[in-house]
């Protein structure tokens, strides 16, 4: 076995072991596009671009996932979605 194959398997082990998490946004009738586009920015640090496409994608395909990382890091953004009054979870 060569040193390169050997360390692509080790690093392929630790790409495996890292669980990766998503906030998914739902839709709803409540909030509006400039208020989701905006909390998405302060909150999921995204783009105008990136926000004003997960809002739409939230309208019209029902949900969407704004944000992927470890749990911890997500775990208190998608706590102050759900306090900003958005349909967030974590999964």
Do not use: W
């Amino acid at each position: 076995m060569s040193t390169k194959r050997e360390l692509q398997e080790d690093l392929d082990v630790m790409e495996l072991e890292t669980p990766k998490h998503e906030i998914i946004l739902h839709n709803d009738d409540v909030n509006t596009f400039d208020f989701v586009i905006d909390s998405l920015i302060d909150i999921c640090e995204h783009t105008s671009e990136q926000a004003e496409q997960c809002a739409m994608l939230v309208h019209y395909k029902g949900k969407c996932g704004v944000k992927t990382g470890e749990y911890d890091v997500l775990k208190p953004k998608c706590s102050k979605l759900q306090e900003l009054g958005l349909s967030a979870e974590l999964v």
